[in-house]
C-alpha cells in the first residue's frame, strides 16, 4: 500500500506515539524508520553477551509510565505486553571516602541518608516534600500542556490565582534559576546539593546555566513521591508494545527503509520518498520525527527564515554509553549503593561545571561525570541468574574531539579516543566500587558518533536532541511560533526530542501534536 492518511518518519517514542493516536482515531497511519531496530534512542539488546540485555540509550521509562499518553493507552499497551518494574531507590550519589546520599521512597531513609551528612538539609528535604503537592500541578501542567502564548497567559493566570503575585513571581525566579543558585540558597551540605544538581548533567544543565534549576527540583522530588520504573526485560517494552497496538490497528510500522524526501506541492505536504523508491502518499499529515537540522535537507527547503531557524537549531554536548556484563554486582565503597537504580559519580557542582565546560569546548573531559545504572538490582530477567548488567552514561563527551582537558589522551578520533576515555571513566567507577573491572566478562563502548549513526536525530551524540537552554525551551522550542510542530508547509509537522516539551520518554510532543491534529 502507498497511500496513508498519514506517513510518520523515525519510530522513536513521539511519532510511536502520534500514530497510535491518530490510528485509534481512524486514520491509516505509516511509520517508517531508517534502523532495522525500532525505537530510536529506547532499545535493548545484548550488545555483550547472549543473555545480557542492554538498554542501548534510555533506561529510566519514568516520564513514559507518568505520562498523559500512557493515561490514556496505558491499558491497551500493557495488553500487547507492555509491563513495567518499579524501582523503589531511584537514585543516589557516590562520593569519596565512601560517602553516599541518595533518595528512597522511604521518606525517613531519606531524611536520614541527608542527616547523616546535614541535618537541617534532612528538615528542608522534609518540607519540599510536604510542599510538592502543591507546586506539582503547576510545574507539570506547564509542562505537559501545548506552549502557546495562549497556554503561558491560562498558565501564568492559573499560578497567579492558586498563589498570589508575590508567589508566582517566586515561582518564576525559581524557574530561572540556575541549579546552583537554587541549590545553595536551599541546602547547606554539598554533597547534597551534587546529588540534585546531577540530574541537570542528564539534559545539558550544568550547575550554572540558567533555567536549570527546575530538573534537580522535579527529579528529587518525583523520585521521593513515585521512585522510578524501568522496562521489564528492557525498556524497548514500550517500543514492542507500541508497535503491536499500532499494528493491531491496522497501521503500517516499516524498518530498514529512511526517509529520503519530503514530497510537497503549491505549499502542502504530499508524501515522501523511500530510499528503496517507493513513493507514499499521504493525504492528511507527514509527521517528521527528525532533527531540525534535517527538515531543511529532506524537504528541499520550506522558507529561508525557517530553514535558517532549523540550521541554527543547538544541539548539547554528546554522551558515550560503556555497557558491561558483570559476574556480580559493584561492591561500592558506600555498602548501601548496591540498592540504588542510578548511583551518580559527579563530585560538585564545580567539577560538573568544569566537565560541562570542557566537553562544550571539544575537550575529552579530565573527570567525566558517570550516571551508573544497575537494572539487574530490580529486574534480574535481564541478565544470567546471578549475573547483572551495568549501563553507564558518561557525561560529557565533545563529538568532535580538539584535545584533552587532562593532556594524556593523543587521539582526536573517536575510533582512538573512545578505549582510552572509557578507561578513564572505568578508572573512576573503580576508585568508588573496586574489583569492578575483574567482575566484568565483556564490555560495549558506544562513543557519541556511533549514538548518531545509530540514530540520527541524536547529532555528535547529543542524547536530548537539543540544547534545552531558555532560549531552546518553552516558547523557543525548537523555535519562536514552532513549538506546536508546525512548519511553514501545510501538514508537515515536526516532532520529537527537538519539539517541546523536549527530550525524555514521556512522547509529549507527539501525543500533543496528535491531539492537536484529531483532538483528544
Ligand atoms: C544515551 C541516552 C540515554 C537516555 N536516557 C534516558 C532515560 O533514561 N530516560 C528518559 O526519559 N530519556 C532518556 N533519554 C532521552 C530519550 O530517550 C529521548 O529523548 C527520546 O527517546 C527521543 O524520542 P524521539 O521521539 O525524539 O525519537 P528518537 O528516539 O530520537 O528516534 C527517532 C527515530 O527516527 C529515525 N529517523 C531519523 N531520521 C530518519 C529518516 N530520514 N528516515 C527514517 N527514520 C529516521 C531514527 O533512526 C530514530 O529511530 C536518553 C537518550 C539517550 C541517547
Not at 508567589?167 to 518564576?172: M, V
Not at 537554587?182 to 541546602?187: A, K, M, P, Q, V
Not at 541468574?385 to 565533545?398: N, Y
Not at 573512545?418 to 568508588?432: C, G, K, N, Q
Request: hydrophobic share 45%; net charge neutral; with cysteine.
Amino acid at each position: 500500500m502507498t497511500h496513508f492518511d498519514a506517513v510518520l518518519i523515525g519510530a522513536g517514542v513521539n511519532t510511536l506515539a502520534a500514530a497510535l493516536h491518530l490510528s485509534a482515531r481512524g486514520q491509516r497511519v505509516a511509520v517508517f524508520e531508517q534502523a532495522d531496530v525500532p525505537g530510536g534512542a529506547v532499545k535493548t539488546g545484548d550488545y555483550t553477551l547472549p543473555g545480557f540485555r542492554h538498554d542501548w540509550a534510555a533506561m529510566n521509562l519514568s516520564l513514559f509510565a507518568g505520562s498523559p499518553f500512557f493515561k490514556t493507552y496505558g491499558a491497551e499497551l500493557m495488553k500487547h505486553g507492555l509491563a513495567f518494574v518499579p524501582v523503589n531507590r531511584p537514585f543516589a550519589s557516590s562520593f569519596a571516602d565512601g560517602i553516599h546520599v541518595g533518595v528512597s521512597m522511604d521518606l525517613e531513609e531519606t531524611a536520614s541518608l541527608i542527616a547523616a551528612l546535614s541535618p537541617k538539609d534532612a528538615a528542608t528535604w522534609r518540607a519540599l516534600v510536604a510542599g510538592f503537592g502543591a507546586q506539582a500541578p503547576h510545574l507539570f501542567g506547564l509542562l505537559g500542556s501545548p506552549m502557546n502564548m495562549r497556554a503561558l497567559a491560562y498558565f501564568l493566570f492559573r499560578t497567579w490565582r492558586a498563589k498570589g503575585l508575590t508567589g508566582t513571581l517566586e515561582f518564576t525566579r525559581f524557574l530561572l534559576s540556575s541549579p546552583r543558585s537554587w541549590l545553595s540558597e536551599t541546602f547547606e551540605n554539598p554533597q547534597v546539593r551534587a546529588m540534585l544538581a546531577s540530574w541537570g548533567m542528564h539534559l545539558d544543565f550544568a550547575p550554572d546555566i540558567a533555567g536549570g534549576a527546575m530538573f534537580p527540583y522535579l527529579e528529587g522530588m518525583a523520585g521521593q513521591a513515585f521512585g522510578m520504573v524501568i522496562g521489564a526485560g528492557g525498556a524497548d517494552t514500550i517500543v514492542r508494545a507500541l508497535l503491536a497496538a499500532i499494528r493491531a490497528r491496522g497501521g503500517v510500522v516499516d524498518c530498514g527503509v529512511a526517509v529520503q524526501r519530503i514530497t510537497h506541492q503549491n505549499g502542502r505536504a504530499t508524501g515522501v520518498v523511500l530510499t528503496d523508491g517507493r513513493q507514499i502518499t499521504a493525504t492528511k499529515s507527514v509527521i517528521a520525527g527528525i532533527a531540525p537540522r534535517a527538515l531543511p535537507r529532506l524537504t528541499g527547503g520550506t522558507t529561508p527564515a525557517h530553514d535558517a531557524q532549523m540550521t541554527r537549531f543547538a544541539h548539547a554536548p554528546g554522551t558515550m554509553m560503556i555497557h558491561l556484563a558483570l559476574s556480580d554486582l559493584p561492591e561500592w565503597r558506600a555498602k548501601g549503593l548496591k540498592s540504588f537504580a542510578y548511583v551518580h559519580i559527579a563530585p560538585s557542582l564545580d567539577q560538573m561545571a568544569r566537565t560541562y565546560q570542557q566537553a562544550s569546548a571539544g575537550l575529552l573531559p579530565d573527570e567525566p561525570i558517570l550516571v551508573v545504572g544497575q537494572p539487574t538490582v530490580f529486574d534480574p530477567t535481564r541478565a544470567p541468574e546471578g549475573q547483572h548488567t551495568l549501563w553507564v552514561q558518561v557525561r560529557m563527551a565533545p563529538s568532535t574531539i580538539l584535545g584533552d582537558a587532562k593532556g594524556e589522551i593523543t587521539a582526536r578520533d573517536w575510533p582512538n579516543a573512545a578505549a582510552p576515555f572509557a578507561a578513564r571513566a572505568l578508572d573512576i567507577l573503580e576508585a568508588h566500587a573496586p574489583g569492578t573491572r575483574a567482575k566484568t566478562l565483556a564490555q560495549r563502548i558506544v562513543t557519541p558518533l556511533e549514538l548518531e549513526a545509530d540514530n540520527p536525530n541524536l547529532v555528535g551524540g547529543d542524547q536530548v536532541c537539543g540544547s534545552h537552554h531558555l532560549t531552546q525551551n518553552f516558547l523557543f522550542r525548537p523555535g519562536l511560533g514552532l513549538a506546536d510542530g508546525t512548519t511553514p508547509i501545510t501538514n508537515l509537522y515536526l516532532t520529537g526530542a527537538a519539539v517541546w516539551p523536549g527530550a525524555g520518554t514521556g512522547a509529549g510532543s507527539g501525543y500533543l501534536l496528535a491531539r492537536k491534529l484529531v483532538g483528544p
